[in-house]
């Protein structure tokens, strides 16, 4: 079942077919879900960093006018870890009275020791954050090379300095939460929720209450973002159904901008004492890392650790790198974007550059003379495998870049950037991510007898355009046009679907997608042929028209449709078995290898104007090319790129989540401090998609928001001269390095 | 969250918009934090009559149509549409004017209804994004939006729409310059800028070069 080898539909560009509902406010989100009756719920939290809650007091509370049902998460002597750590939940009739209702509970603490920076939770004698472990570091890894002690000997140039960068919010614009509601019989459940993962939404919500599978359901038709932090129902979703089933009501739970920010998912910080060395010909030798950071809680590492150094590490001979955790007070770390990779990117990017300077050498050639060679048992296996031709596709792409941007043309020795006050610069980062499917994605297409086609699978769209890549196959292979296929996504009823989370929605529904599409039209074309009177291979499809061979006959799709003799007729399409996988060569080179496949590589570029008056940076310009394999959408998929150019360089110049030492609290869980991108802030940004159909389809949601930070702050020290060590590159810390400089240090 | 020694940091808008000002800012807790309860309101001299705190019958005129509920005066525009008159576009999601996201116009000019209270609408013309689109098509700024696939989640998308429309009804002429400047008070974290100026240019029939 190969991908059609000439494409009507697919890669070309193709408008949102829901694109109209969401412009016009008509489409709706679960937040914006009103059902009979419904009622409102808000979690209590915890005002402190760590504490033990003494006493809970609710009784003034339900006395108030609208109060309905609240939900204990935390009972009295229980601890909380981070200042938003949910302690009960409260319902009410209006969203009037919760308020009123939240603001008469009385809860006592007896306020415990916090550490919310890095450097207090490394300092710690005491473990302030829960679970095993004296204080409140974790060893996340420890790797040498043999004989790293002689790494850096003879070698013509060093560089070592520090980089870093904050922790960072999701800040889903749609926040988390749900609306909850039971059936007269309290047995069955649904729940219309924000969520990239509709079925383990249903089943985290089913485990709960301990029901039967098909008793919960999950509805996703539209949603607000989610970027990596919305994977299951949370405390708060299964609060909401609590609250819903005491009082047999519908409950709306949806995290207000402050809970959003302060509980909704953070990315990782990770700050990391780099050396790194060459030869004079610019052959890298020797890396080595000292980092840590913090997910909060999390004890999970806050970098790709066995990927750092990044991209170029399987070119780089000799390398030594240790990672610690520092577990603060702070919520737990989810899954953000490409999680880890931007910060492996600003510990290994910027190095380069610095290096590049020290050797007098354009970093871009650097770049190119460190590649992380092609794999060649790999690309003599199998010819479509990114190891296989990894040189090859960053070299294609750099070379594309460079006439794109000008490269030549407009780069400049590190301080060369103007003798004005505002002075401009140059930099480049490259990425890679993985980016791989898998099933179950079971799809199914329905013919229907009065010439509609409805395409059907659990899976959602988080504003990937997932509903326009599933009519765009479906269209591709009946001869249709998307806009006359009906997608019915988001619904847990509709079977199993994979989360989406790592850029694996496209490549994991599209080959399911595809095999559903061409069992449909088998199946419609054999029982056609029946009612014709010829042999199945005599019909074909070609675009709006059945074509019999058989008289040279044209039927449109529609009149065909008219003829069969069945209401309907289904192709139902699905990956095969993990185990069917693995145990077929053939199968698995199929469906990983050619209907899909994993690993891209990504080039940036940035421009920027640095005002070495005020600090204030500016992106004036940005390039990016990227692969993804076979491109399903065209449109969409330059979107997702610019969207994550666009994130990435929010995380270079904005954002970041500042915690305050003394009260343990997030300074900023809002948006007017929690600086994001407004348009004008933005540059043009120039996206080249490197098209490569022969690998399959891949995803594109993580990488293109990989490389930008490095590129912008490897641009800002093209402009200026200085390094700026830690992300975000904000006014301050632009002229706290200038001055620096001027000091002689830097 | 009723540590009554918590600082104040942060008031939220609604306890702004609640207590006439300054004691009523000075008893909010953090922006996590639901405020503590507010001073008693003062009636500043010659301001109309006091009404509340329970509710009272309010009419608003939605996209052309006059509709009623029963809200308390603390209820702001935005909740008003959402949660009582089902009229969605308008999203809440910062809900202390920074996002734009609640964008929606009254009588002609783009207000955040997050900070806009539903009584004080009364008698306005409230125009939501929903009103973009009419007998089946939507109008030319939501139709630019969806071709240059200046949208991608989506939730950010009625806000600026209807701030984009605002300024091309106030200037048919409006360069892309002057409609970029329009959309500064919206904000889109999925990153759809780059898409915008080419639905904006689209728009204003130039190519974008
Ligand atoms: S919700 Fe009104 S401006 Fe953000
Ligand atoms: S499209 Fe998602 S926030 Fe703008």
């Known amino acids: 079942m190969p991908w059609p080898t000439t494409r009507r539909l697919i890669g070309t560009k193709i408008q949102r077919l829901d694109g109209v509902e969401k412009a016009t406010g008509r489409a709706k989100y679960a937040f914006d879900i009103k059902r009979p009756r419904m009622l409102f719920a808000k979690v209590i939290r915890s005002p402190h960093a760590h504490a033990t809650i003494k006493s809970i007091d609710t009784a003034a509370a339900e006395k108030v006018a609208g109060y309905r049902a609240l939900y204990q998460i935390k009972k009295a002597g229980a601890s909380v870890f981070f200042a938003g750590d949910e302690i009960l939940a409260i319902a009410a009739d209006t969203e009037e009275h919760l308020e009123d209702c939240v603001r008469a509970v009385r809860i006592e603490y007896t306020v415990q020791p916090h550490a919310v920076r890095e450097d207090d939770a490394l300092r710690s004698k005491t473990n302030t954050t829960g679970g095993p472990g004296g204080n409140n570091i974790n060893a996340a890894g420890d790797f040498s090379t043999d004989n790293f002690e002689n790494a850096f000997n003879g070698l013509a140039a060093t560089h070592q300095a520090d980089y870093g960068v904050g922790v960072i919010s999701h800040q889903c614009l749609e926040s988390h939460g749900l609306v909850a509601e039971w059936d007269a019989k309290q047995e069955n459940l649904t729940v219309w929720a924000s969520t990239q993962a509709v079925p383990n939404t249903a089943e985290g919500l089913r485990v709960h209450f301990k029901l039967k599978p098909g008793q919960v359901k999950c509805i996703t038709n539209y949603m607000g973002g989610g970027f990596g932090s919305k994977f299951g129902p949370d405390i708060q979703g299964i609060a909401a159904a609590e609250l819903a089933r005491t009082t047999r009501q519908a409950v709306k739970l949806m995290l207000d901008r402050a809970e959003e920010v302060t509980v909704g998912g953070i990315r990782p910080s990770a700050y990391g004492n780099v050396k790194i060395g060459a030869t004079k010909e610019g052959q890298i030798r020797a890396y080595e890392v000292e980092c840590h950071g913090t997910g909060g809680i999390s004890r999970g590492a806050t970098v790709s650790f066995a990927i750092l150094p990044y991209v170029y590490g399987p070119a780089i001979p000799n390398i030594k790198r240790r990672h610690r955790v520092a577990r603060t007070n702070i919520q737990i770390a989810r899954a953000m974007r490409a999680p880890n990779h931007p910060q492996n990117s600003i510990l290994t990017e910027l190095a380069i550059d610095d290096l590049a300077a020290r050797l007098n050498i354009n970093p871009m050639t650097l770049r190119l003379a460190n590649l992380p060679p092609n794999d060649q048992a790999e690309a003599q296996a199998n010819p479509r495998t990114f190891v296989g031709q990894r040189a090859t596709i960053y070299r294609t792409e750099i070379e594309i870049i460079r006439k794109m941007c000008g490269w030549d043309r407009a780069w400049h020795a590190p301080g060369q950037g103007g003798k004005g006050v505002v002075k401009t610069g140059l930099g480049m980062a490259l990425h890679t991510w993985g980016g791989g499917g898998r099933g179950p994605n079971p799809t199914r297409v329905t013919i229907n007898q009065n010439g509609t086609v409805v395409a059907q699978s659990s899976s959602q769209d988080l504003g990937t355009a997932q509903r326009t890549v599933t009519a765009i196959i479906v269209a591709e292979i009946l001869g249709l046009q998307p806009t006359d296929i009906t997608v019915n996504l988001g619904d847990s009823s509709f079977g199993p679907s994979t989360p989406s989370g790592g850029s694996t929605t496209c490549p994991g529904t599209s080959p399911a997608i595809l095999k559903a599409a061409e069992t449909a039209r088998d199946a419609f074309l054999t029982s056609l042929a029946g009612r014709l009177n010829v042999q199945r291979n005599q019909l074909s499809i070609a675009p709006g028209v059945v074509v019999n061979m058989a008289n040279n006959q044209r039927i449109p799709f529609r009149q065909a449709c008219g003829m069969l003799n069945v209401a309907s007729i289904q192709g139902n399409g699905d990956w095969p078995t993990q185990k069917e996988l693995q145990g077929n060569a053939k199968l698995r080179e199929e469906w990983t290898t050619r209907l899909s496949n994993q690993g891209v590589g990504g080039v940036q570029i940035a421009e920027v104007k640095v005002d070495t008056e005020t600090g204030v940076v500016k992106c004036s310009r940005f390039w990016a090319v990227q692969d993804c394999g076979l491109i399903i959408n065209k449109l969409a998929c330059e979107s997702q790129v610019a969207g994550g150019v666009i994130m990435g360089l929010n995380y270079a110049l904005y954002e970041e989540c500042i915690y305050d030492r003394a009260t343990g609290r997030q300074v900023n869980p809002n948006m007017e401090f929690y600086k994001l991108a407004g348009i004008a802030d933005m540059p043009s940004i120039k996206v080249h998609m490197h098209d490569m159909p022969e690998r399959g389809v891949i995803g594109i949601g993580e990488p293109p928001t990989i490389a930008t930070a490095a590129a912008v702050g490897n641009a800002i020290f093209n402009a200026t001269g200085v390094r700026v060590p830690i992300a975000p590159y904000t006014p301050e810390r632009v002229l706290a390095a200038l001055a620096n400089r001027r000091a002689g240090n830097g | ?209």
Do not use: H, W
Not at chain 2, 138 to 163: L, M, N, S, Y
């Open chain 2, 1 to 209: 969250m009723n540590d009554q020694e918590t600082p104040s940091t942060s008031p939220s808008r609604r306890d702004f918009l609640y207590g006439t000002g300054a004691a009523a800012a000075a008893t909010a807790v953090t922006g996590l934090a639901v405020a503590e309860t507010p001073a008693a309101e003062v009636q500043p001299a010659g301001a109309t009559p006091a009404s509340g705190p329970g509710a009272l019958k309010v009419t608003l005129n939605v996209n052309g149509r006059e509709v009623q509920a029963n809200l308390e005066p603390r209820v702001t525009l935005l909740d008003a549409l959402r949660n009582y008159l089902d009229v969605t576009g308008c999203k809440r999601v910062c809900d202390r004017a920074t996002c734009g996201a609640c964008t929606v116009t009254l009588d002609g000019k783009v207000v955040y209804a997050c900070t806009v209270l539903a009584i004080e609408a009364q008698g306005k013309q409230i125009r939501t994004a929903e009103s973009l689109f009419n007998e089946g098509k939507p109008d030319a700024v939501p139709a630019a939006f969806v071709r240059a696939d200046a949208q991608q989640c989506g939730f950010c998308t009625p806000g600026f729409v209807v701030a984009m429309k605002t300024v091309l009804q106030d200037n048919p002429q409006a360069t892309p310059a002057q409609i970029e400047k329009g959309l500064q008070g919206n904000i889109c974290r999925c990153g759809t800028y780059e898409q915008m100026r080419d639905a904006i240019y689209a728009l204003c029939n130039q190519k974008r070069t």
